[in-house]
């Protein structure tokens, strides 16, 4: 039998993978011109929605941006931003970790 403690450590595992290769991820989606992008965007979302910290590396973003614009990314303008609440995912009700430290960061600086 399945013990609860058991699912939770295997969920905690689950979601440092995602974490681990996430930036990777979203490296090679921005910017591409394919399904790439929004498929990414779909995954970002449903992990920061989860409790699964998405290192915004450098960039400040944690969206992959389409190089056809707007309309094949799925992304508003502001999300489409490095270093805005939108672009680190904050503006959905996402604090994480990595996001609030890039904020802070950029305000500590300007």
């Known amino acids: 039998m399945i013990k609860k403690r058991d699912l939770q450590i295997e969920l905690k595992e689950a979601k440092q993978c995602l974490a681990d290769i996430t930036w990777m991820a979203r490296r090679y989606a921005d910017g591409r011109k394919t399904y790439a992008t929004s498929m990414y965007n779909d995954v970002a979302n449903w992990c920061l929605k989860h409790g699964v910290n998405i290192n915004p590396g450098a960039e400040g973003i944690v969206w992959a941006r389409d190089g056809h614009g707007r309309g094949c990314d799925g992304l508003s ?15 959905k009700g996402n604090k994480h970790p990595h996001a609030l430290n890039f904020k802070m960061n950029i ?4």
Do not use: R, V
Not at 77 to 91: P, S, V, Y
Not at 107 to 110: C, I
């Open 107 to 110: 305000l500590e600086k300007s």
């Open 77 to 91: 303008d502001k999300e489409a931003i490095e270093g805005t609440q939108e672009g680190l995912g904050i503006h």
